[in-house]
């Protein structure tokens, strides 16, 4: 299976997940960012171009689950995941408590960012107070979440399954 083709079936299982499952779970009104989350991991996994094209393509059936103007999740999501790939190089020894709040922060960021944008243009009408509240608890709902994920982001990004059982056809001699 090709790289784009796993890309492809993740991008669509998680516009899926975000539209049913996720959006019928919320905590205070706030549900999962899974397509950001999607965005920041293949970012990180996978470096600034493929982080950059699947983040176009996850803001772009995040537009159409919302119904936000076309692109407007766009000005945020490809540009982030440029920022979280240039990070990935000084965080490569970090703990895992250390990149999960990394990765908290850069959700919480981004849902922020999302939100300030539909407030230039015209979209949302929110306090900042209700708006940082919001994107921090959408930040930390998505870390909760962001371990299975990352795990197929690696698949995605790599193709192998970790602890893989590679087989071999007898040698001859």
Request: hydrophobic share 55%; aromatic share 6%.
């Amino acid at each position: 299976m090709t790289t784009r083709l796993r890309f492809t079936l993740i991008l669509l299982t998680a516009g899926l997940l975000q539209a049913t499952v996720l959006a019928e779970f919320r905590f205070l009104g706030v549900s999962v960012e899974l397509l950001l989350l999607v965005t920041v991991l293949v970012a990180f996994h996978g470096g600034p171009e493929r982080g950059a094209w699947v983040g176009l393509a996850a803001s772009l059936i995040q537009d159409a689950l919302t119904g936000a103007p076309f692109g407007i999740h766009a000005l945020i999501y490809a540009p982030l995941a440029l920022a979280v790939s240039s990070l990935e190089d000084r965080t490569v020894g970090a703990s895992p408590a250390l990149n999960g709040l990394g990765l908290a922060l850069v959700v919480a960021s981004g849902s922020a960012l999302v939100s300030i944008a539909g407030l230039l243009f015209g979209q949302i009408a929110i306090s900042f107070e209700t708006l940082s509240e919001r994107a921090m608890l959408a930040g930390f709902l998505t870390a909760l979440i962001a371990k299975p994920v990352n795990e197929v982001i690696r698949w995605s990004v790599d193709g192998v399954v970790a602890g893989e059982i590679e087989l071999r056809s007898p040698q001859r001699n």
